[in-house]
T-cell receptor, first 115, second 111 residues
């Protein structure tokens, strides 16, 4: 089973600023997934981060707003740019525990509040 | 586009009650259905179901898949306050590796 360290755990940000969330996995993984969970909502996939190539973004999410880096097989960052109160969410990094079944391990999550 | 629907969206019960949570799905190339429990921020894995009619059980929790009806249920017997959480149903996309999540059921167990 993978151990995923995600930081920051929480932050309060000002409108118009940007924040970068880091995700470190204790083993090499091909795909890393970034999810967003807005208050009272379920998990929505933002993008899939693959090492050595650009991230694949889901409908409704764009690279300018959510730039992602994946410099190696154990690390990824997600930046939330030019934040507004609507970006207040929990952001979750996840990896496959088992690609055959699709079971996911999640990081501890980053709770962002934008004022 | 894959779709996962959970019901009810919220549920309030008292300790000792039994609850049944529902999940229905519309996906291409079904591989598995997973249940997660989310208490604070990070969801944690409960069950993975691949075969129809085979019950998975863990303590007071159990789950079963019905491929004919494209659905699954999660049962919790003798509920406790510690069962209060959001229960998420998810179906992985076989091609892209990503998972589609339902809206979740928020369970509140009162003493």
């Amino acid at each position: 089973s993978a151990v995923i360290s995600q930081k920051p755990s929480r932050d309060i940000c000002q409108r118009g600023t940007s924040l970068t969330i880091q995700c470190q996995v204790d083993s090499q993984v091909t795909m890393m997934f970034w999810y967003r969970q807005q208050p009272g909502q379920s998990l929505t996939l933002i993008a899939t981060a693959n090492q050595g190539s650009e991230a694949t973004y889901e409908s409704g999410f764009v690279i300018d707003k959510f730039p992602i880096s994946r410099p190696n097989l154990t690390f990824s960052t997600l930046t939330v740019s030019n934040m507004s109160p609507e970006d207040s969410s929990i952001y979750l990094c996840s990896v496959h525990r088992d690609m055959g079944t699709g079971e996911l391990f999640f990081g501890e999550g980053s709770r962002l509040t934008v004022l | 586009e894959d779709k996962v629907v959970q019901s009810p969206l919220s549920l309030v019960v008292h300790e000792g009650d039994t609850v049944t949570l529902n999940c229905s799905y519309e996906v291409t190339n079904f591989r598995s259905l997973l249940w997660y429990k989310q208490e604070k921020k990070a969801p944690t894995f409960l069950f993975m179901l691949t075969s129809s009619g085979i019950e998975k059980k863990s303590g007071r929790l159990s789950s079963i898949l019905d491929k004919k009806e494209l659905s699954s249920i999660l049962n919790i017997t003798a509920t406790q306050t510690g069962d209060s959480a959001i229960y998420l149903c998810a179906v992985p996309n076989t091609n892209a590796g990503k998972s589609t999540f339902g809206d979740g059921t928020t369970l509140t167990v009162k003493p």
